[in-house]
């Protein structure tokens, strides 16, 4: 038995978690699919729309590597290391792609959740593996801080996202009062 062995229902939550958001996603990106295409909306749909699954399948990725039935924690150790890296490498490519869109100006909080949050659980990733070297069972913790971290960053990124679109239509199609008595 692993270190990884006393996870496993943390990580089928996490995970179940992930991929149920995942598809509320594409549900919610499907209603708006029909309104009028705006210039520079794809470049802020990579900005801020694909980071938002990014995150989910990471965190469902990583919910994945923590309850396969490894004979030991190395491999899992590897691939949590490899994706923080990875993901540190991608939030580069968001902060970019931020910076370029120019459909929305990002404020502090658009820079906090989908720019240092997620950079944090990627590096919290990351960092983990190597602390793995000296305990894994304490090295388990941080994982499934980061792990909660990127689902939770997701969902506020999805909910700030529906958010937006839902008052930027009411703004585009105010609604006509009664007068009153």
Sequence with gaps: MTALAGWENFYVIVGSSAGALIGLQFVVITLIANRPIVRGQAEAGAAFAT?????????????GIQTAPWRGVGAAVVLWCLLGLSGIAYEIIVARRMR????????????LFHVVLPAVAYATLAGSAYAARSNVGWAL???GAAAMLLLFVGIHNA???VIYHLLERKHEHPVERLPTE
């Design 141 to 143: 913790f941080p994982v």
């Design 100 to 111: 370029a869109q120019t459909i929305y100006a990002p404020v502090f909080e658009d820079w």
């Design 51 to 63: 980071p938002t699954i990014v995150h989910f399948g990471a965190a469902l990725l990583l919910a």
């Design 159 to 161: 909910w700030d996202a």
